[in-house]
């Protein structure tokens, strides 16, 4: 069974999540979504216009992995491939 704290905390990255996506699929084309959280590490996927660019890795570390650690320090962002 999973804890209560991890499930708001899922809560919570998913709705960060969204926000994030929302913007990068105004201003670039391509979104962000989420396909996993254990309690630790959150698996996300891009995908639209992010999908075969040369600033994929730098839009998943820097922009995508940034923000949600400026919240959520100790979470490890993964960006799976497809």
Not at 8 to 22: F, V
Not at 34 to 40: A, I, L
Not at 44 to 61: M, R
Request: with cysteine; proline share 5%; aromatic share 8%.
């Amino acid at each position: 069974m999973v804890a209560p704290e991890s499930t708001d905390r899922e809560t919570q990255l998913r709705g960060l999540l969204d926000k994030i996506s929302a913007y990068v699929e105004q201003f670039h084309g391509g979104n962000v979504e989420f396909v996993s959280f254990n309690g630790k590490q959150l698996k996300v996927k891009l995908g639209g216009a992010c999908l075969n660019c040369p600033l994929l890795p730098s839009t998943l570390h820097g922009w995508v992995e940034g923000t949600i650690h400026q919240f959520f320090p100790d979470v490890e962002v993964i960006g799976e491939q497809e």
